[in-house]
């Protein structure tokens, strides 16, 4: 079907699926990116299944996994370090659930000047909600755990899936935004109560702290000082480690994978994907798409339809309307995917046709593993 | 039921359901479905860039209501009109209404706002869901479809009211949020519909959501909109070869297998999909709004219509018992 038919009068090195066999033989850090509901974390899971298979140890970092996948991965209950799953291949397997909060928790710690400090911070209300809530957060961590997972363990191969997000680089920009967030003025106007010095010229700030107190109440405002107060002499630590996130995330060594289904507006949020990396000076290696219909008849969907309208009345013409509905389909897949596939350069597509099932299980992921990687090339 | 009747039941729909499930589309099929019944329906956009506005073949929205589409016909559709929300003018609305000009513009022109929705998480929700309240409580629409952000987080979205009445003790964050938490528990005044395709995945995630905001909002929750089944064709499970025999016609060569080969497909998934829907009729007590797939990904105003005409026969196949759903939610 879809998968089969790509390819075929193609030189074997030019198949789009031996293709992305190298990309992620070459590369030790793979990133999925694209919007929600196109299959980016089945996608990422299978990553790190076929570095298992190629002798290598891998780990698959997920983000809010459909609860039976996560149960195929071992992934019951929040486990936020890598835990190894069984299974019959050469290399191994790993796989974690993302938790921000406790991922935040561990960065706090990481840098507080005591475990005091790190207290301080950790049971602040204004904390606790930015470690759930603040936009960015979990792109933020997710690229935290990401690098974690680089330095502090012996992964030769990491995948990493993406939050769902209208923004493509809002993961990118997460780790500069929680800095970015203590560089606001307003982090200086709250923190100037502390610093003697500049307590002179601090009246305005202390009628705007009024005026957003009258907006929110007293104790949000109150929670915010001394959250910023407790935090006081950390910033930098973060600021050096956002970098050497946004550092890793751009090295050779990193591969950014774009996902998507054949669908109009997940194709326009593809494309806006694209150019968005593109603009980040990121290179897509390769253009996953999930949900392709299959293609039956070459023949055109109008003639189709014609045939249809000919025989209507028999089961015939049913038949004929039937097969006119997925010629239709498939055809204008690839108009939306042809648009796509322009904004990714020299990166292989490959195809991943609508299956009849959930993937919820290991048998699960290697199916879609032999649509996404030629099966002969290994 | 009479189409008329449902839609008069509450002033706002709030439509939900995970990304990919076709959830705007659903949004733009209500709303034009509501309108062919004479209702003036407004649908609000929250989450920015969406795909509503080119189902009705028009430009990107903006804060001021533009029309998607026009009413008028011979059964006296009304206008649907529609805009798009942002927490930021909704704030600087309700505080100029509420004479605390001068503190909306410094907190806006000093960025303070995203500060301020920091620290209590929930206030940008609270803010669109307060000038929704708003419109609701005016005269200018008789109906507001809500394209809600998508599944997750709908219930944090949904919830914000509640978060924040006690995160926010005083104030008009306080205020707004008991106001909107008034208009979310009353079935006179909102309802949610929820979305989903006929699949295991999106099925799963919708019988949670509805627990969860039953239970944790206290919404009342509508028909659920099951999206993409695929229309039935008579006459699939004949044998191609002797089709064409019954009907004086000569096959191609490999056209026999091409039309088993789909017809096996669809028939396959049309299986699957009735497996699914009667998992959810199972695990769910709503009653259920059945929308067909359409067969092309140029969703455009004709699709639109014809999601619309469907809408509208679920809706009357609904039986006289829907109206009572309020009292036969997920809950039981």
Known sequence: MAAEHQGVSEPASNDPRRRLRSVVADHSIIVCTGSGGVGKTTTAAVMALEGARAGRKAVVVTIDPAKRLADALG???????????????????????????????????????????????????????????????????????????HEDYDFDLIVVD???????????DAPRRLTRFLDHRLYRILMAPTRGFVRAVNVAAQAFLRTVSKVVGGEVVEDAVTFFSAFDGMEQGFKDRADRVLELL????????????????????????AERLGEADIEVRALIVNRVHPRFSSAAPAALRERSAT???????????????????AETEERHLATLAEHVGSAPVVRVPFLSTDIHDLGGLELIGSHLFDPDSR | MDPAQFFAA??????????????????????????????????????GKSGLPSLFGQPALEYDEIVLAPGGGPHGAADVVARTLTPDDALVEYLEDHGMTRI?????????????????????????????KQLELGSDHDLIVLDAPAAGHAISFLRSARGLIDAVRVGPINAQAREVLDMLTDPARAQVILVTLPEETPVNELVDTAYSLEDEVGVSLGPVVVNGIYPEIPGLDVDPTEAARAAGATLRSGEAE???????????RTALQAQQVARLAERLPLPQIVLPYCF?????????????????????????????????????
Do not use: C
């Open chain 1, 250 to 273: 751009g090295h050779d060594e990193t591969a950014f994978l774009l996902v998507t289904a054949p669908r109009r507006d997940l194709i326009e949020e593809g494309t806006f994907f």
């Open chain 2, 258 to 268: 091409a039309l088993a080969a789909a017809a096996r497909f669809r028939a396959d």
């Open chain 2, 10 to 47: 509450s002033r706002v729909i709030i439509v939900a359901g995970k990304g990919g499930v076709g959830k705007t589309t659903v949004t733009a099929a209500l709303a034009r479905a509501a309108a062919r019944t004479g209702l003036r329906t407004l649908v609000v956009e929250v989450e």
């Open chain 2, 104 to 132: 909306s513009r410094r907190l806006v022109s000093s960025g303070a706002l995203d500060m301020v929705s920091t620290a209590a998480p929930g206030i940008r929700d609270i803010l669109i869901l307060g000038k929704v």
């Open chain 2, 296 to 332: 092309t990904t140029d969703l455009g105003p004709d699709e639109v219509e014809h999601l619309a005409h469907a809408a509208l026969g679920g809706i009357e196949a609904l039986g006289a018992d829907a109206d009572t759903r309020t009292d036969r939610g997920a809950g039981t």
């Open chain 1, 311 to 329: 025989l209507a009345g028999t089961d015939l013409g049913a038949l004929y309307g039937n097969l006119a509905d997925f010629a239709a389909i």
């Open chain 1, 75 to 149: 992934l019951e209950g929040l486990t936020n370090a890598p835990s190894e799953i069984d299974g019959d291949w050469p290399g191994s397997l790993s796989a974690l659930m993302l938790d921000t909060k406790s991922t935040f928790d561990d960065l706090v710690r990481k840098h507080a000047e005591s475990p005091d400090q790190a207290e301080r911070i950790l049971e602040n209300r204004f904390y606790r909600n930015i470690s759930g809530a603040l936009s960015g957060t979990q792109e933020y961590m997710a690229m935290e755990k990401l690098y974690e997972l």
């Open chain 1, 162 to 172: 993406t939050p769902p997000t209208r923004n493509a680089l809002d993961f990118l």
